[in-house]
């Protein structure tokens, strides 16, 4: 229980505070979405985002970290907070406020046991079924929020694999900004960031010259960040 438990506010009217997360992952050249069937009444059986009514004890932040590890077995991944979503009317349960989170994850990396058990499943951002209250608007805001992101920060590549391709990266960001990027210009423009490593290995699985793999180098990036290097992609 948190330390205050006199309640000096008993006279005014109480309602829920809740997180919804919006968990985005990238599969064979798609951006996808993790949503699953809604199990609680209103609105049982109907798609959704995995979320959480915030425990007495918890941040906002931890309520959301605990439904990622609860769904996903994931505790390091990048997330932030988006907005909160406060209209009196937006759900037929009861006054609930809903801060959401997007959380973007790697999708070798999850557990994929823990996202079955809870009848969770991966939706290409163009083939979305209807969600239910106003989770759409969440998930329009969270495209909205990524695009504008990854044009001047790299959080792209908190969506691929620790090795990389260069074609898979622009696939990855055709897909955030859905339309084709010139292959030349991006190698030429991404390379020239200074925050990618080239490996001595190859990607063989889709011709047989192959295509050299690289890592993302954090550490040249924080630097290059702290002195104001404009990370602009495309």
């Known amino acids: 229980m948190p330390k205050h438990t006199l309640d000096y506010y008993s006279k005014n009217d109480k309602m829920y505070v809740a997180t919804d997360c919006i968990i985005f992952g990238f599969d064979e050249g798609k951006l996808k979405l993790l949503i699953f069937k809604?199990?609680?009444?209103?609105?049982?059986?109907?798609?959704?985002?995995?979320?959480?009514?915030?425990?007495?004890?918890?941040?906002?932040?931890?309520?959301a970290k605990r439904v990622l590890s609860e769904i996903t077995g994931l505790e390091s991944v990048f997330m932030e907070e988006l907005k909160s979503?406060?209209?009196?009317?937006?759900?037929?349960?009861y006054?609930?406020?809903?801060?959401?989170?997007y959380a973007l994850i790697r999708l070798e990396a999850y557990n994929k046991e823990l996202v079955e058990k809870h009848g969770a499943?991966?939706?290409?951002?163009e083939a979305l079924p209807n969600l239910v209250l106003d989770h759409n608007?969440?998930?329009n805001d969270a495209l909205g929020r990524i695009k504008r992101e990854a044009r001047y920060k790299p959080i792209g590549f908190e969506l691929l694999?620790?090795?990389?391709?260069?074609?898979?990266?622009?696939?990855?960001?055709?897909a955030i900004y859905q339309k084709e990027l010139d292959a030349r210009n991006?190698?030429?423009?991404?390379?020239?960031?200074?925050?990618?490593?080239?490996?001595?290995?190859?990607?063989k699985s889709t011709s047989r010259r192959?295509?050299?793999?690289?890592?993302?180098?954090?550490?040249?990036?924080?630097?290059l960040l702290e002195s104001g290097y404009n990370f602009e992609i495309a």
Request: glycine residues 4%.
């Open 210 to 223: 192959g295509a050299f793999l690289y890592k993302f180098d954090y550490k040249n990036y924080q630097r």
């Open 121 to 125: 499943h991966w939706y290409e951002i």
């Open 186 to 203: 991006f190698r030429k423009k991404v390379l020239s960031l200074n925050v990618l490593v080239k490996l001595d290995e190859k990607d």
């Open 95 to 101: 006054r609930t406020i809903s801060i959401a989170q």
């Open 38 to 63: 809604r199990r609680v009444e209103p609105l049982k059986d109907s798609w959704s985002l995995i979320g959480s009514f915030v425990k007495l004890d918890e941040d906002v932040d931890q309520a």
């Open 161 to 174: 694999p620790e090795k990389f391709t260069i074609p898979q990266l622009q696939q990855l960001y055709e």
């Open 85 to 93: 979503y406060g209209k009196a009317e937006r759900d037929p349960g």
């Open 137 to 139: 608007q969440m998930v």
